[in-house]
């Protein structure tokens, strides 16, 4: 398998401008998680879903995040305006419901000017 | 909300050093999981302890799981550079006995080891 796939790996945007981070599970994984890094807060969780409804999103910032999952093989984190504080790394993982490791993406790298 | 404090937050260590991270957790969950990440590169799994006095070892990396104590070390033993990068530790937030549940991540320690 090919792990978690995450895109883009970098996006360096304006402020105000939408951004759009995309996570493919590992297949077969029912659980998918969103997580953003900063050296100031460490690894938060955004959102989390299973069998592609979301169950905890408490970690969501504020209303110009949003995340979706279409399906079981593709999700979505919107930024909707971005703004500088957004800066940071952002992380996809997910796994089986009966399994306990965590797989993570590459982690796209955001950059809000 | 379960509280999860990794110490020390960073460590410089010398070639040929022991030393221990420490991982306290504030809730009775038994399933504790060590994580590494090199520089710009994503979390990968170390080990998954799953039960009281459960003990995992890979390489010069020992770690153990006390859950009376709510504690989790990692030891490394004769440390050598490849080791630096930093080290977290997860608790699964859900009761003991219930289906898995979310991750609480430590800050992580920053793990620098010197000639």
């Known amino acids: 398998d090919a792990g978690v796939i995450q895109s883009p790996r970098h996006e360096v945007t304006e402020m105000g401008q939408e951004v759009t981070l995309r996570c493919k599970p590992i297949s077969g994984h029912d659980y998918l998680f969103w997580y953003r890094q900063t050296m100031m807060r460490g690894l938060e969780l955004l959102i989390y879903?299973?069998?592609?409804?979301?169950?905890?999103d408490s970690g969501m910032p504020e209303d110009r995040f949003s995340a979706k999952m279409p399906n079981a093989s593709f999700s979505t984190l919107k930024i909707q305006p971005s703004e500088p504080r957004d800066s940071a790394v952002y992380f996809c993982a997910s796994r089986t419901g009966g399994g306990n490791i965590q797989y993570f993406g590459a982690g796209t790298r955001l950059s809000v000017l | 909300e379960l509280k999860v404090e990794q110490n020390p937050l960073f460590l410089s260590m010398q070639e040929g050093k022991n030393y221990t991270i420490y991982c306290n957790y504030s809730t009775t969950s038994d399933r504790l999981y060590w994580y590494r990440q090199d520089p710009g590169k994503s979390l990968e799994s170390l080990f998954v302890l799953l039960s009281n006095g459960a003990v995992k070892q890979e390489g010069r990396l020992m770690a153990s799981l006390d859950t009376k104590a709510r504690l989790s070390t990692l030891h490394i033993t004769a440390a050598v550079h490849d080791l630096s990068a930093t080290y977290f530790c997860a608790v699964d937030g859900a009761d003991r006995g219930s289906t898995l549940g979310r991750l609480y991540f430590g800050r992580g320690t920053q793990l620098t080891v010197w000639p």
């Open positions: 879903f299973n069998n592609n409804v979301p169950i905890d």
